[in-house]
């Protein structure tokens, strides 16, 4: 039985149609339906495990090519990646691959890869080129099993220990080679290449036996499964660059694929053979050394794969050295694909030629001694410390191109945000501009003072945002800024829209202003028109005290009346003031000059001239007013000064009529003589008198004449103080009748009684005894009697 015939029956499926129509029609037996889709389901589960762990081992093969595959069964279809893999693992040049992508093209290359296993003494039965060229899923698989088979298993070899005179091979030997390993290790048991290898165990106790260095096994639990495949897998990859060809949840199910499970331990037994193997490659080298005359040969070789090797490096370090990077990130990603590119298809032939040369000159090396020729040494310059000192600058510039690339995209998707938060910050300025542009257009001002002046207050509120928002206009600048500096692939377009904004930002500041000057004059006018309303309220006030009939009751009224009136007139030539203020400012509106706010006015010129008509009405009619209330308290004035002078009179009458009336004529002459005296003075002071009675009564007489409101008043207080003041002068008359009368009384009486003295100092004297003393006083007594 072939290898792909194996692999047919083991996957549990049938390859005939007709047989499995024959199996299914017989599917009234439940159990064995169940049973049959339960072997169906794991045959897909292992074909699905078996794909990747092939992929996977023929990627690590292929990878010596600079090649990789993507799916087992459509990009081996036209037999040219099959035919590199076969050259890589035979080590020998297959037929020249036929070119073209038509299926007669795939036929052929395929053809040659199984015609080359056919030649490799590889049985293969109902297999065709067509199967592979058509994908066929399990053929496939078959083909590369076998191919495994052939390559990879076909010659281990391992002595029993048991018995050094029998050998086993394949399957067996591989999985004896497994138990020598891993003998001795706890919990580790290798019976087969399926359950065997489920808790993980088995992997790290092989890298444990070859490299305790990598592993610490004591410290693994049998529970934790998928710990301990992931830490083998990791290790083999990470530290033996073994290609990680299974995944643990491939391995940690009830049946693990044993196919995939020998494919990924056998690169286990090939790397740990070959690091054995190692120890003695000087022997071996020697073996296989056959002339001098190859030597030469492969000195030339040598020398042409040095030269052409470190003219590469040289020109590669000039393109990684190159940090003219691309403007933009699609730019830059597509650099960085490009040096991806180079280091896992370009770099990787080179690397292999690198460790070529080193075999290469070892082998010469080698053969030269071996034939007792003297060691070939490279010329200065191509050494292989100059090659690896040349690789090393190559992966130095590499490293520092990677990083600046990285440096460099990153830089660039930092850009793109920056440019992305421009074009987010941006739109939203532009919005809120323009709805404000919109909202500070309108001119809903108001047609009264309160109105306005709300007006006025949500203007500034709207004032206090707008300048607020300058912080946010300026952010969008910023930004702008940054990226030009950064050098920006599509700074055009930034700039662009920045000068936008700003353009919005300062019209927006120009229709502010704007707003702001016609609301200051709407302001101004209803201000005015205010100032008109008090105005004209005032006036009506003040006129209606001047409308007054209150003239006064008597002259002190009249003054404190006069006092008031003269208070209003002060207040009326105030408001004449407040008029020609008012009314100037108005005038303003009316001739003014509204270039400046595109000849808005805040009211109509009709209307203001209407309104300053009607001030200077109100104020004339308030003046004529004032006027007539001034000469109707004057005239009052006169009046109750007319009375008050008169009653002064009056009573000056009538104090002297009492004067007149006294019965008091004296006590004697003298006294009467007083009184006479002071009459006299009195009819002097009367005298006086009549002369200001006249004028008092030339007023009331102007008074009549001139018609005042009291004039019958008056005519009848004039006729009373003229007769009051002719009784006086009756009495005056009178009383000088009777102080004559009585001086010529008590005349009468003092002479009578100067004759009595007279008479009796007469008697005395004459009656008197006394002679005299002597002549002298006889003499002096004769001369009194005389």
Known sequence: MTEIESYQNNTGVRWDPGQIEDDFDAASNSAKLFERSRIKALADERESVQKKTFTKWVNSHLIRTGCRIADLYIDLRDGKMLMKLLEVLSGERLPKQTKGKMRIHCLENVDKALQFLYEQKVHLENLGAHDIVDGSSRLTLGLI?????????????????????????????????????????????????????????????????????????????KSNALYNLNNSFEVAEDKLGLTRLLDPEDINVEFPDEKSIITYVVTYYHYFSKMKAESVQGKRIGKVIDNALDSDRSVQEYQTFTSDLLDWIEQTIVILNDRQFANSMYGVQQQLAAFNTYRTREKPKKFDEKGNLEIMLFTIQSKMRANNQKPYLPKEGKLISDINKAWDRLEKSEHERELALREELIRQEKLEQLAARFDRKAGMRETWLSENQRLVSQDNFGFDLAAVEAATKKHEAIETDIYAYEERVQAVVSVASDLQQET???????????????????????????????????????????????????????????????????LMGVDDLLQKHSLIEADIHVLGERVKTVNTQAD????????????????????????????????????????????????????????????????????????????????????????????????????????????????????????NFGADKVQQRIDEINQQWDSLMDLAAFRKKRLHEAVDFYQFFADADDVDAWMMDTLRLVSSEDVGKDEASVQSLLKKHK
């Open 145 to 221: 099993w076998t191919i495994i088979l052939r390559f990879q298993i076909q010659d281990i070899t391992v002595e029993d220990a048991g018995d050094t005179s029998e050998t086993r091979s394949a399957k067996d030997a591989l999985l004896l080679w497994c138990q020598m390993k891993t003998a001795g290790y706890p919990n580790v048991n290798v019976r087969n290449f399926t359950t065997s290898w489920r808790d993980g165990l088995a992997f790290n106790a092989i890298i444990h036996k070859h490299r305790p260095d990598l592993i610490q096994y004591e410290k693994l639990q």
């Open 488 to 554: 920006y692939h599509d700074i055009d377009r930034i700039n662009s829209r920045k000068d936008n904004v700003l353009k919005l930002w300062n019209y927006l500041i120009e229709l502010l202003k704007a707003r702001r000057l016609r609301l200051e004059l709407s302001l101004g006018i209803q201000r005015i028109f205010q100032e008109m309303l008090y105005i004209l309220d005032w006036m009506e006030e003040i006129k209606a005290r001047l409308l007054s009939e209150d003239y006064g009751k008597h």
């Open 588 to 707: 303003r509106f009316v001739d003014g000059d509204f270039s400046d706010v595109g000849g808005y006015r805040p009211c109509e010129q009709e209307v203001i001239k209407e309104r300053m008509n009607t001030l200077d009405t109100a104020y004339d009619e308030l003046i004529a007013l004032a006027a007539e209330r001034r000469a109707r308290l004057e005239e009052s004035r006169r009046l109750w000064q007319f009375y008050w002078d008169m009653e002064d009179e009056e009573g000056w009458i009538r104090e002297k009529e009492h004067l007149m009336s006294s019965p008091d004529l004296g006590h004697d002459l003298t006294s009467v003589h007083l009184l006479l005296n002071k009459h006299k003075a009195l009819e002097d002071e009367m005298t006086a008198r009549h002369t200001h009675l006249e004028s008092v009564l030339q007023i009331g007489n102007d008074l009549i004449n001139a018609g």
